[in-house]
C-alpha cells in the first residue's frame, strides 16, 4: 500500500475497506487445519445447563455474543466450512462465565443435549481446534490448557457486528507481516516512557523498565504444530515490564478519572481527579488487601488500522493505541502466576486501553522508546510516529 494512501487511511480508519467475513478463510488462514482435524466451540453463560440444551439460549433476549457464535460459528462450521476444510466435529457447548478477564474456568461444560461433561477429559483432550467465544477473555486459562492436552484454538471474547465485519475479515498473513515489522522496530528496547496530558494540563510520566526483552506479537496465524492459542482479533506487539514507576490515568467503569501512583512495577495508590471518591476508596482498599492485584503484566502497542468495534479486543489491536494490563501475565510469558493472588477471584489479566474513544478526558501526547543510546518516538497524540510508519512501510 502506498505511504500516502496508508496515512489517509490512518486518518480515517473507518473509509478503510474490508471484505465480507468469510469463516473458511479465516480458519484456513489462522490454523491451516490438516484433514479430520476436530473442532468445536465453547460458550459460556450464568446457567449454562439450562441455555445450552436444545440451543434454548436462541430464544431468549439478550446474548449477542453467543448468538454470534450460533450464527457466523456453529452455522458456518455446519454448512459447508468443516466440509470445504476437512474438519470433523463442530460441536458446540457452554460452560460457567467467569465474571473475570482470563480467570481460569471450571472443569464443567454442557453439551446440546444437556449432559454434563469435563473440559479436561471430554473437550480438551478430544479436539484439536477449540474455538472459545464468550463473554469474558479466557486467553490466560486456554493457553495453559493448550499446553496440557497438546490442543491449538483462539479465544474471540466480546464479539460483535462490527468485529465480524472489520478485524475477522482482514488478511492475517498481512496482520502477521505488519505485527513482524513493528515487533523488530521495537524489540529489545530498554525503557518506554508515556506522556498523559490531562484536561488541567498537567503532565503524567509513566516509565516502564523493559531490560532489553525481545518483543512478542500477537498476530493471528496459530498454523503449526505447536500447542497454541490465537487472540482475535489479533495485531498488537507487546512486552511484560520487568519495572514501572511514575503515574498515569486511569478512567473506570462508572467514568470515574484517577491518577494512579506506580512503584517497583506496581500500582500502589490511586487520587481522585473527578468523579466518584468511593470508586477510589474502592479500588485503593483492594490494592492494600491484595496487593498483586495493581502489578503490571503488561505493556501493548497496536499495529492494525481498524475501526473502533466498542470492544477493547479489538480496539486495543489500532494502531496508534497503546494499553497497560494488571494481574497475571503467565500467558505472555511472564511471572505473575494465578496461584500468587490473595484470592482467586482477583487473578485477573485486566487490560487498561488508552485511545481516543475510550479516555477521551486524556491525551497520550508522546510514547517514546529507549534502547541503548537510540531514543525513537513511537506516538504523538494517539497517531504512530513516522519511525513506526517507515518500519510497517519497508518492503512495499
Request: some cysteine; charged content about 25%.
Amino acid at each position: 500500500m502506498p505511504d500516502y494512501l496508508r496515512e489517509e487511511i490512518l486518518l480515517h480508519p473507518e473509509n478503510r475497506k474490508f471484505p465480507p467475513f468469510d469463516l473458511s478463510r479465516l480458519l484456513g488462514t489462522v490454523f491451516e487445519p490438516t484433514k479430520d482435524c476436530r473442532v468445536c466451540i465453547l460458550i459460556d453463560f450464568d446457567e449454562p445447563a439450562e441455555l445450552i440444551q436444545n440451543f434454548a439460549f436462541l430464544d431468549q433476549p439478550g446474548f449477542p455474543v453467543q448468538k454470534n457464535a450460533y450464527e457466523h460459528f456453529y452455522l458456518g462450521l455446519k454448512n459447508g466450512v468443516m466440509e470445504k476444510l476437512q474438519m470433523t466435529g463442530g460441536e458446540m457447548y457452554a460452560y460457567r462465565c467467569t465474571y473475570g478477564s482470563n480467570l481460569d474456568l471450571e472443569d464443567d461444560v454442557w453439551d446440546t443435549d444437556g449432559n454434563h461433561l469435563s473440559l479436561d477429559a471430554d473437550i480438551y483432550s478430544k479436539y484439536d481446534l477449540v474455538l472459545c467465544i464468550s463473554t469474558f477473555s479466557a486467553t490466560a486459562p486456554l493457553t495453559a490448557k493448550c499446553k496440557e492436552f497438546n490442543f491449538r484454538g483462539a479465544t474471540l471474547h466480546g464479539l460483535n457486528d462490527i468485529i465480524l465485519n472489520s478485524g475477522l475479515a482482514v488478511d492475517y498473513h498481512r496482520v502477521s507481516e505488519d505485527a513482524e515489522k513493528i515487533r523488530l522496530a521495537l524489540t529489545k528496547a530498554d525503557s518506554i516512557e508515556i506522556d498523559f496530558e490531562l484536561e488541567d494540563g498537567r503532565v503524567l510520566t509513566a516509565w516502564l523498565g523493559l531490560g532489553g526483552q525481545e518483543a512478542q506479537k500477537s498476530h493471528g496465524l496459530c498454523n503449526g504444530s505447536k500447542p497454541d492459542i490465537a487472540n482475535l482479533p489479533a495485531g498488537e506487539v507487546y512486552f511484560v515490564p520487568t519495572d514501572a514507576r511514575g503515574q498515569f490515568p486511569m478512567k473506570y467503569e462508572d467514568g470515574t478519572l484517577g491518577v494512579l501512583e506506580v512503584e517497583d512495577r506496581c500500582i500502589v495508590h490511586s487520587t481522585l481527579i473527578e468523579g466518584n471518591q468511593a470508586t477510589i476508596d474502592a479500588h485503593n482498599a483492594r490494592l492494600q488487601d491484595d496487593p498483586m492485584t495493581g502489578t503490571l503484566g503488561e505493556l501493548g502497542f497496536g499495529t492494525q488500522v481498524l475501526p473502533v468495534s466498542g470492544a477493547d479486543i479489538q480496539d486495543e489491536k489500532v494502531l496508534g493505541t497503546c494499553h497497560l494490563a494488571t494481574g497475571r501475565d503467565d500467558h505472555l510469558g511472564g511471572d505473575i502466576l494465578p496461584d500468587m493472588f490473595k484470592r482467586h477471584e482477583n487473578s485477573t489479566h485486566d487490560d487498561i486501553l488508552f485511545a481516543p474513544h475510550k479516555t477521551p478526558n486524556f491525551n497520550i501526547s508522546q510514547v517514546r522508546m529507549i534502547r541503548g543510546e537510540q531514543k525513537e518516538i513511537l506516538i504523538e497524540n494517539f497517531r504512530p510516529s513516522r519511525f513506526v510508519m517507515d518500519a510497517l512501510a519497508a518492503g512495499h
